[in-house]
Nanobody, 123 residues
Framework: QVQLVESGGGLVQAGSSLRLSCAAS????????MAWFRQAPGKEREFVAA????????YYADSVKGRFSISRDNAKNTVYLQMNSLKPEDTAVYYC????????????????WGQGTQVTVSS
């Protein structure tokens, strides 16, 4: 069983940066695929980014490509999401998720979820 706890959300102005962190416990973190999803009010949860267990492969939604960067530190059991050039449309609750096996952008493939952290970007 993997437990995930996100942190780092907040209220920022458009154009600012934030870094989200997700601390994992339980399971074998170094063998998990880690991902970030987000859910805006009234919208479905959507894929943001994912990273392979080794950290050598990363995947991004088109809407964040070039602005967001996912990384992981297996020694600290932590995955990060660096968000730059934030836009009001990035406002959402951001969730960390984990799975074993191959990478995926489908939320239905992820077994473990954090409680979420709110990111609000004002214009």
């Amino acid at each position: 069983q993997v437990q995930l706890v996100e942190s780092g959300g907040g209220l920022v102005q458009a154009g600012s940066s934030l870094r989200l962190s997700c601390a994992a416990s339980g399971g074998t973190f170094s063998r998990t695929i880690m991902a970030w999803f987000r859910q805006a009010p009234g919208k479905e949860r959507e894929f943001v980014a994912a990273i392979s267990w080794s950290g050598t492969r990363t995947y991004y939604a088109d809407s964040v490509k070039g602005r967001f960067s996912i990384s992981r530190d297996n020694a600290k059991n932590t995955v990060y999401l660096q968000m730059n050039s934030l836009k009001p449309e990035d406002t959402a609750v951001y969730y960390c998720a984990a799975k074993y096996g191959s990478s995926s952008s489908s939320l239905h493939d992820y077994n473990y979820w954090g409680q979420g952290t709110q990111v609000t970007v004002s214009s």
